[in-house]
Nanobody, 120 residues
Framework: QVQVVESGGGLVQAGGSLRLSCAASGSISSINAMGWYRQAPGKERELVAR???????NYGDSVKGRFTISRGSAKNTVYLQMNSLKPEDTAVYYC??????????????WGQGTQVTVSS
């Protein structure tokens, strides 16, 4: 069993910053990748940022240059630093974890989501 818990969402004015945190715990041998996705009302869930076990990162086009994903010093944690926030960043942000159980078997887990609201 794997648990994924996010924190750090909230209400911020346009141009402001927020930092989201995500911690995965439970029966985890190793993690292939952790990342953040978001879903705004009426829209599909989209990739925000992702970081692999080797430290490779990729970002959604709309957040490049404004958001930064990083791994925490604590095992199985990841952060999303969001700067220069825009009203269009308003969404529920979900942490995603890809856990490797064997060399050929992995599974995906999602957090419950944290609301980020950016006012204009």
């Amino acid at each position: 069993q794997v648990q994924v818990v996010e924190s750090g969402g909230g209400l911020v004015q346009a141009g402001g910053s927020l930092r989201l945190s995500c911690a995965a715990s439970g029966s985890i041998s190793s993690i292939n990748a952790m990342g953040w996705y978001r879903q705004a009302p009426g829209k599909e869930r989209e990739l925000v940022a992702r970081i692999t076990s080797s430290g490779s990162t990729n970002y959604g086009d709309s957040v490049k240059g404004r958001f930064t994903i990083s791994r925490g010093s604590a095992k199985n944690t990841v952060y999303l630093q969001m700067n220069s926030l825009k009203p269009e960043d308003t969404a529920v942000y979900y942490c995603h974890v890809n856990v490797a159980f064997t060399a050929y078997l992995s599974n995906e887990y999602w957090g419950q989501g944290t609301q980020v609201t950016v006012s204009s």
